[in-house]
């Protein structure tokens, strides 16, 4: 069960668009239509803003969008604002029901 | 709003037990699986256990297999995690997740329990 493997860390301006990749191997992300996404501030539980890799859950901004290919999911996030800046984590489902986190993006609002 | 409240953390030296509880309401506690998912300090997110609404089936990371247990009440809404055996490395804010509308979506987090094994 090794960690899927995010960028350490991304930037953009506020109104740009971003993308955080999210690689994982053919036993996790590559088989199953199962990657989420989770928004974390600092000191906060993490917050499901994406899941089964591009269905919003009710209340989450259409300005956050996901996709796969692969192995790799990523995650956009367009018009960005300033609180969108914070932790992000994709998990996916790897069999037998268990999940693989990945490592976490920190991203910067400049 | 659907709330989860854990408790239980505490400073335990390694080798020692704890046993973490989440309280759950304003939903239908029963209706769902549930998972614990931990945060090391200043670290990534780590799934530890899963279990399926009945409490018939339980899942574990590897790391926990055989050292922790992950457990249920539904008569009082209430999640449990026994941690035995327990390691330095096992250091982390642990937060209970309900599980939502798949597999791997989690739509609501406790506040998490700090768990720190120390000497």
């Known amino acids: 069960q090794s960690a899927l493997t995010q960028p350490a860390s991304v930037s953009g301006s506020p109104g740009q668009s971003i993308t955080i990749s999210c690689t994982g191997t053919?036993?996790?992300?590559?088989?199953?239509?199962?990657v989420s996404w989770y928004q974390q501030h600092p000191g906060k539980a993490p917050q499901l803003i994406l899941y089964a890799v591009s269905q919003r859950p009710s209340g989450v901004s259409n300005r956050f969008s996901g996709s796969k290919s692969g192995d790799t999911a990523s995650l956009t996030i367009s018009g960005l604002q300033t609180e969108d800046e914070a932790d992000y984590y994709c998990c996916s489902y790897a069999g037998s029901r268990t999940l693989v986190f990945g490592g976490g993006t920190k991203l910067t609002v400049l | 709003e659907v709330q989860l409240l854990e408790s239980g953390g505490g400073l335990v030296q390694p080798g020692g037990s704890l046993r973490l509880s989440c309280a759950a309401s304003r939903f239908t506690f029963s209706n769902y699986a549930m998972n614990w998912v931990r945060q090391a300090p200043g670290k990534g997110l780590e799934w530890v256990a899963f279990i399926s609404d009945s409490g018939g089936t339980t899942f574990y990371a590897d790391f926990v297999k055989g050292r922790f247990t992950i457990s249920r009440d539904n008569s009082i809404n209430t999640l449990y995690l026994q941690m035995n055996s327990l390691r330095v490395e096992d250091t982390a804010v642990y937060y209970c997740a309900k599980e939502g509308p798949l597999v791997a979506a989690f739509d609501s987090w406790g506040q998490g329990a700090l768990v720190s094994v120390s000497s």
């Open positions: 053919s036993s996790d992300v590559g088989s199953y239509n199962l």
